[in-house]
């Protein structure tokens, strides 16, 4: 049994049912009431067909497994019961819900930065990524345009003293834009998938290709590759001016 709504939970759930088919019995609880609740509609709808179609059950709109009669839910002598009472047996939990920012550097949680990334309260911390406060989706996108941002704020500070012009995030990050377009890719086994960019939704094959592009540009990118960095950053400029006319 995987509970979980979002992302991570599909995955596995894909990964599972691509490489063991209808031998394994896998069952996605998912609290909400359609897979992917982030992305569009259409995206969760294709994911739960194709999860559907390889034999994996699919509980929605209901919450993750309570505790039955004060026994936690994955002892013995407990079966899992959603919120409405229906009983989940499992032998197996994946348990794919919620995370923690590790903002402990700053006092725990996740972190509070004004518009330049600035953490509040201090004078020179500059903070990107999901530990950041804000209102954009915990994507990998989003967390590489913070880090320009703040990088780009830090490095200005140390040069300028007191007066360094700042950059606004996401505004000077994203063309303008008020938040920043969400970009997300979620893997269905090996040769599928569902790719969102902003409100277009590309599902199947197209989609687990661009995945593995960006996979193989990000880590010729971490080697350090000048040609695929420029590369990158006039995909990465291209890419955001098209969700600002999309
Ligand atoms: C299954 C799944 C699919 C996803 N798909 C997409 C997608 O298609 N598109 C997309 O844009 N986003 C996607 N995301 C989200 C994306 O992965 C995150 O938003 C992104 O990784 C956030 O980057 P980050 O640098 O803030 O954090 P992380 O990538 O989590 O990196 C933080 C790092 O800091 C380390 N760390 C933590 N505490 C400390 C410490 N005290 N000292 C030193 N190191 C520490 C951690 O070990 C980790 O390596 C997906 C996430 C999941 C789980």
Redesign the pocket.
Known sequence: MIVSRG??GV?LAAELAGAHGKALSITLVCSQSSLLPGLRPRAGRYAQRWLEKRGVTIVLGEREPITNDGEPFWSPRAAAHADRGRALPCDVLLWCVGHRA?G??VGGGVIAADANLLVKSFANVYT????LQSGEE??????DLAAMVAAVNGARALKRGDNPKLLAFPRDACAGAAHVPV????NLFKHSGVRQFKSVVICGAVAALT?AVIEAAQLTLARERACVFWLWRLFETLMLAVCRVL
């Open positions: 992302p991570s995955e590790n402990g550097v990107s990524g999901d530990c915990k994507t990998a996108s989003a967390a970009v997300a890719c979620v995945k």
